[in-house]
């Protein structure tokens, strides 16, 4: 975006991930705890696509805030990372898997990236995406703006077209996230 601009930091098997977020008003009522509900979705067991990997995630907010109101200035939230096993990637170095990043790596940064779980391409990255939307629906809330989404198909299985209370009281109640309940139930099975 040119107004609420993301760079988001960190690679897989490093240190951490975060993202930066240069745009958002002084003024925004923001804590941790408001971050971290939506983090959380992304743990092991709340959703078929959730990583398997086992992390705290525990979201910390370094800058842009003071007294839990933003400044203006741009916000840094950070997670560290802790559950790092790097011993099996060095025998993949040179060897991209397929279905992921390693390639296009290897050929954006001459064989300089860190490597390791995917480096900046893994789907750990994502957390930072996720820090960044909470803040940003935070915001959007201040103008009466929901965000909602939920799961239409998985393998040819479609959801009925549901209504948006339907949707908003459906979706957490299974691990496709789908807010047809008939429908999440065949999902599941795939």
């Known amino acids: 975006g040119k107004l609420f601009t993301l760079t988001s930091f960190g690679e897989s098997h490093g240190r951490c991930v ?4 240069d745009g958002c008003p002084a003024g925004l009522p923001i804590t941790e705890d408001d971050i971290q509900r939506e983090v959380d979705k992304r743990k092991p067991g709340v959703s078929v696509a959730a990583t398997g990997r086992i992390e705290e995630d525990r979201v910390e907010i370094f800058s842009g805030t003071f007294n839990g109101i933003t400044t ?10 802790k559950d790092v096993d790097s011993s099996e990637y060095e025998k993949m170095r040179f060897t991209p898997r397929p279905g992921h990043a390693d390639y296009t790596a290897f050929m954006k940064y001459g064989g ?5 779980g995917g480096g900046r391409f893994s789907g750990r990255i994502t957390a930072a995406f996720v820090m960044a ?12 703006i929901e965000v ?7 393998g040819g299985i479609k959801a009925e077209l549901k209504r948006v209370d339907e949707i908003r009281e459906n979706v957490g109640k299974n691990l496709v996230k789908c807010a047809d309940p008939e429908a999440s139930q065949e999902m599941a099975i795939i």
């Not at 203006?72 to 990372?81: E, F, M, Q, T």
């Not at 300089?112 to 390791?116: H, I, L, N, V």
């Not at 939307?133 to 009466?144: Q, R, S």
């Open 133 to 144: 939307g909470a803040l940003a629906k935070k915001l959007l809330g201040l103008v009466d």
């Open 18 to 21: 975060g993202v930066i977020i």
């Open 72 to 81: 203006g200035a741009p916000v840094c939230l950070l997670i560290w990372n």
């Open 148 to 154: 909602l989404a939920h799961t239409v198909e998985i």
């Open 112 to 116: 300089f990236s860190d490597f390791r």
